[in-house]
């Protein structure tokens, strides 16, 4: 995963810098964010065409609106915001041309576990392959609101408005995706005997009691 | 306990699965998107390959030399002093001539792939679209490159003028690389020193002269003094110098030249004096 080591006022001051004509600063926030945008997008649409439109169709827009531009200290947050709007917008436009392909519901969001390699040298324990296989079964939606929580460190107000719902749909959603995640990973663990280990059960503990 | 942190690990240690783009695809969406930088948004994109640049150049170069045997039978149009003409030319481009101009028209400019004028003076244009024609407007300094779009063109004593209203237009320039103008842009093609400057302004303070108006805002009254002499034909001097470099505001009316002095001379506090076809300001 690639984080930018921007603090919260470093954002707000290439944000402004930008706002206010400087080159240099829009050009940074290309280079910080697009890789980043685009793997949202992606998992968005699984469509690259339509990824790379929408991020063109977003840089020019933010470059040529960017007196009007409001302040920000998360410009990932806002980009990501705008990004998803404009992909909605454009798949709206698409499905009314073409009634087949593109659905949002492609989203998809897969979770796997950080060091690929080694898992498949089984050093990830059996009862962690349960809990992302389960994670993995979890409706888009939710998914998509542990992606821009955990993954891309918006807080949940953020995933809202990102998302375009509310506060307590996404308190909701997830508090029902991660009970529902705890009870099946026990289950699962109970049916083949095997007794949870405390890592696992303080991690479904803490994803329940998180918010 | 030693298991403390392990559930925060462990959130770290799981990861959404991602398609991470290629440098080559940053890359390729950097340059499309710098390409597009000023366009208003739509998804068009005009000059994407160099070679067609280049091949482009070459058929212009073929094209000019042909128009130079055809010049002769070319139409040309000219101002006098003070005079303001609007044209419409044969593909639907809409013209206004500033006084004291000339504009040589390039053949078949409704049915040419590549639509050409030659200007010497100033002259505001509204490119009618034409898809995949271009239009060229040739001045001594700087050929300015457009498919449709509005924009101000001065070419008068030693430098050639653009500014760009609206659209976008490419900027050719001997012994630099042509650049891309975004509205709101004024460049400058001057000496070799520097080829070309480029700065942003309100377009209105450059092409209100269409309606007979000059905006004073931000020009040094030196500036408005070449104006008056280009466009009119009326010289200006100050008995102290130091009012050239004056900046004023608000704006003038330009119907009658000689109010337009009665004016400027109202608003600085001066008295005129005219001497055979100078206003002596003092």
């Known amino acids: 995963m690639i984080r930018d080591k921007l603090t919260s006022y470093e954002h707000k001051a290439l944000w402004d810098k930008f ?21 949202y997008g992606y998992n968005l649409v699984r469509n690259k065409q339509l990824v790379e439109d929408g991020l063109h169709e977003l840089f020019l827009h933010i470059y040529n609106n960017r007196e009007r531009l409001g302040p920000t200290d998360n410009i990932r947050f806002y980009m990501y915001r705008a990004l998803r709007r404009r992909l909605l917008d454009s798949l709206t436009r698409l499905n009314k041309l073409d009634s087949s392909d593109y659905v949002f519901d492609n989203a998809e969001f897969l979770i796997q576990s950080y060091e690929t390699e080694l898992v498949e040298q089984q050093t990830l324990d059996y009862q962690k392959k349960v809990v992302i ?38 308190y909701n959603s997830v508090h029902v995706a991660l009970s529902a995640l705890r009870i099946s990973v026990n289950e699962r663990l109970n049916r083949e005997g095997i007794f949870i280990n405390i890592s696992v059960a303080m991690l479904l503990g803490y994803l329940t009691s998180m918010h | 306990m030693e298991d403390k942190d392990k559930p925060k690990d462990y959130i770290k240690n799981i990861r959404f699965e991602e398609t991470t783009p290629s440098q080559a695809d940053l890359d390729r969406l950097r340059k499309r998107i710098w390409n597009d930088i000023g366009e208003p948004e739509k998804r068009a994109i005009w000059w994407k390959q160099s070679n067609f640049l280049v091949a482009a150049a070459i058929s212009m170069l073929i094209i000019s030399i042909g128009i130079g045997w055809w010049s002769s039978r070319s139409e040309q149009y000219q101002t006098a002093y003070g005079e303001i003409r609007k044209l419409t ?12 101009s000339v504009m040589r028209i390039g053949d078949r400019l409704a049915e040419n792939a590549v639509r050409e004028v030659w200007l010497e003076g100033e002259a505001y244009f509204d490119i009618a679209k034409r898809k995949g024609a271009k239009f060229i407007v040739h001045t001594s300094k700087a050929d300015v490159e457009v498919l449709g779009t509005e924009f101000n063109v001065t070419t008068r004593r030693q430098n050639t003028k653009v500014m760009l209203n609206e659209g976008k237009v490419k900027l050719h ?33 450059y092409d209100s002269w269409k309606e007979s108006m000059y905006i004073l805002d931000d020009k040094p009254v030196g500036e408005l003094a070449e104006m008056l002499q280009d466009n009119y034909g009326i010289r200006v001097s100050f008995a102290d110098t130091s009012f050239l470099n004056k900046r004023l505001k608000g704006k003038l009316s330009l119907s009658s030249p000689s109010d337009f002095v009665t004016n400027l001379a109202t608003i ?14 003092k």
Do not use: C, W
């Not at chain 2, 012994?175 to 509205?183: D, E, G, L, N, R």
């Open chain 1, 19 to 39: 706002r206010f004509g400087n080159q240099d600063a829009y050009s940074r926030i290309y280079e910080l964010f697009a890789a980043d945008l685009y793997r």
């Open chain 1, 133 to 170: 296989a389960e994670l993995n079964q979890l409706p888009k939606r939710q998914k998509e609101i542990l992606y821009l929580v955990f993954m891309k460190d918006l807080t949940y107000q953020q995933a809202a408005e990102v998302m375009g719902i509310t506060m307590k749909s996404v």
């Open chain 2, 89 to 100: 030319l044969e593909d639907g481009s809409q013209v206004t001539l500033n006084a004291n």
């Open chain 2, 173 to 205: 320039a001997p012994h630099v690389p042509a650049i891309m103008m975004k509205p709101g842009d004024l460049a400058t093609v001057g000496d070799q020193k520097q080829p070309i400057k480029v700065r942003v302004v309100r377009p209105e303070l």
């Open chain 2, 268 to 281: 600085l506090d001066l008295e005129v004096e005219k001497k055979e076809d100078t206003y002596l300001f």
